[in-house]
């Protein structure tokens, strides 16, 4: 006598194939849709909406670019041009707050005229917003060309040196 158990194998008929929960199925449809959402609004190169690099008119010395700024990508290094002490130090804060990709401050020679923000080419936009949002007129951006405002920060992609008139 033997009270053999039979193998799943011998247990179903035979051309019946394995079926999953109703539940299985569902969390594996959820996970799919899912998926495919957040592959569909993840910025690429091609995605609709995403900057498209743009040249400048002849006779202009920056590239621009078209479309929403990416601050959290835009590094920003502030530097304090005046004798006030921790300036840089506040509109660091105020721009992390909004979001943007600060560097820790620094200083820069002491600026007898205002407030400059340079760009490296292709962030004109960046620093266009970061005028408006310290409430600065757009006259003081500057394309950076070969301008080195402080030390190590010829890659930045913003350098924004603080002058008297963003001390009051």
């Known amino acids: 006598m033997s009270d053999r158990v039979p193998s799943s194998h011998e247990a179903r008929p035979p051309g019946s194939h394995y079926q999953p929960s109703l539940w299985v199925v569902l969390v594996i449809v959820v996970l799919?849709?899912?998926?495919?959402?957040?592959?569909?609004?993840s910025p690429g190169a091609s995605a609709p909406g995403s900057p498209t690099p743009t040249t400048a008119p002849a006779?202009?010395?920056?590239?621009?670019?078209?479309?929403v700024v990416d601050r959290?990508?835009?590094?920003?290094?502030?530097?304090?041009?005046t004798k006030v002490t921790g300036l840089a130090g506040s509109y660091t804060q105020k721009l992390q707050l909004l979001n943007w990709a600060t560097l820790p401050?620094?200083?820069a020679a002491a600026l007898a005229g205002r407030t400059t923000?340079?760009?490296?080419?292709?962030?004109?936009?960046?620093a266009r917003e970061i005028a408006a949002e310290i409430k600065m007129p757009a006259s003081i951006i500057r394309p950076r060309g070969g301008a080195i405002p402080i030390a190590n920060a010829a890659h930045d992609d913003i350098i924004l040196v603080l002058g008297p008139n963003a001390a009051g």
Not at 76 to 81: D, I, K, P, R, S
């Open 32 to 41: 799919f849709v899912g998926g495919a959402v957040v592959m569909l609004r």
């Open 59 to 67: 006779g202009s010395p920056t590239t621009t670019t078209t479309g």
């Open 72 to 81: 959290a990508k835009v590094t920003v290094q502030v530097a304090n041009g």
């Open 105 to 107: 401050p620094g200083n």
């Open 117 to 126: 923000i340079y760009f490296n080419p292709g962030y004109v936009n960046a």
